[in-house]
């Protein structure tokens, strides 16, 4: 990993587009400010893990869900709709 | 057209029909094409299946067909109103403790058929919202 110092009003650049500059500093906090391409994704790396975590126990890797599971949810949501 | 086999179904789709995902999936970067498929006998769930890896897919469904007040977005934003909402569903083998992911949508362009992922960090939206009980 690349460790770097910088101050307040300091920034470093990633790649060609991505710019974080180091805003303010007080006591453990730090706070960035981040510019990137309207495609590129910034997140809480915390918020990034979870939702990360929720997709993969999401994912369905074989065939492994019950059609007695889907028929059951299918008429609970249809109930719920009438 | 192209074919897709789910749980020993067979379904055909066609190129202008793939969904673009540039960045993939959040923590999924590999989910970066994949096909919308309804399951007719189980609406409103759908497959949501990577084409390049027919064993990756999820369950998705439109959130508002379960929860109708669903507003991912606080503000009227007639961009964001035109797209398609898709929320994942973690399915559970007891159907009643399986759970819709509000937080994190998917939203499609059905023009443009590219999609993303998004967090909805200022909302009080669950990851895993429990279905509604009767």
């Known amino acids: ?82 | 057209m192209s074919m897709i086999t789910i749980k020993e179904k067979e379904y055909t789709y066609n190129e202008s029909e793939i969904i673009n995902f540039a960045e993939g999936l959040i923590g999924l970067p590999e989910m970066r094409r994949a096909v919308l498929i309804p399951m007719d006998e189980y609406s409103p769930f759908c497959w949501l299946t990577s084409v390049d890896d027919e064993k990756s897919r999820f369950v998705v469904v439109n959130p508002r067909e379960i929860f109708a007040g669903y507003e991912p977005f606080a503000s009227n934003d007639s961009a964001a109103s035109e797209m398609q909402a898709l929320a994942i569903v973690k399915i559970s083998s007891d159907w009643q403790k399986t759970t819709v992911n509000l937080r994190a949508p998917i939203f499609i362009n059905p023009e443009t058929k590219r999609g993303a992922q998004f967090v909805l960090t200022e909302s009080s939206y669950s990851l895993a919202e429990a279905l509604p009980q009767n």
């Open chain 1, 1 to 82: 990993m690349l460790v770097l110092s910088r101050r307040a009003g300091q920034k470093i650049v990633i790649g060609n587009e991505i710019v974080i500059e180091v805003i303010s500093v007080s006591g453990e906090g730090v706070r960035l400010g981040i510019s990137a391409p309207n495609e590129t994704s910034v997140h809480r790396y915390e918020v990034f893990t979870d939702i990360q975590e929720a997709n993969r126990d999401a994912e369905v890797v074989s065939d492994e869900i019950e059609q007695s599971t889907l028929e059951n949810l299918s008429a609970h949501v249809r109930t719920k709709q009438k």
